[in-house]
């Protein structure tokens, strides 16, 4: 038996000499110096084990307790909150961008469902607003349209 494996389409075919032939969609990344090997963009195999990232559930438990303060009064501003922490306003208002995140993006990384490959560096840089285009940068796999009547 013959296994080949591409990266266009899914499927697998017997050969008249018997071989199989299985074709599977994959992508290479290397990221922090590691390669990984993805499935398509939108499919999650059962069998990946569940990852919490602590600096990133950090970073959003960080996020939404700025974003509390502030919507509350317990803060008058981001450099209140700096000082008091000890942290540099810049990587507080960095952090706090993290409120912008589609709601599904923040759940998979509570869920330990991330993509491996995702990083806090990478949350942390200037983010889309538009909640498809935060799942494509990060490698979310996208959520289907519904429609309105």
Known sequence: MTVTIHSKK?????EKDGTIRVT?????????GRKYIL?????SSPFAPV????????????????KDEIESGKAESFREIARRDDQSHSYLLRVFRLTMLAPD???????????????????LEPLP??????????GFPEIPATKTN
């Open 39 to 43: 499935a398509p963009q939108g499919e």
């Open 129 to 138: 607003l538009h909640w498809p285009e935060q799942r494509r940068k990060f």
């Open 51 to 66: 990852k919490i990232n602590d600096a990133l559930v950090r970073a959003l438990a960080k996020a939404f307790q700025i």
């Open 105 to 123: 993006i923040v759940q998979a990384i509570l869920d330990g469902r991330q993509p491996k490959t995702l990083e806090l560096q990478e949350l």
């Open 24 to 32: 599977v969609p994959i992508s290479i990344t290397r990221k922090g």
């Open 10 to 14: 899914h499927r697998s075919v017997v």
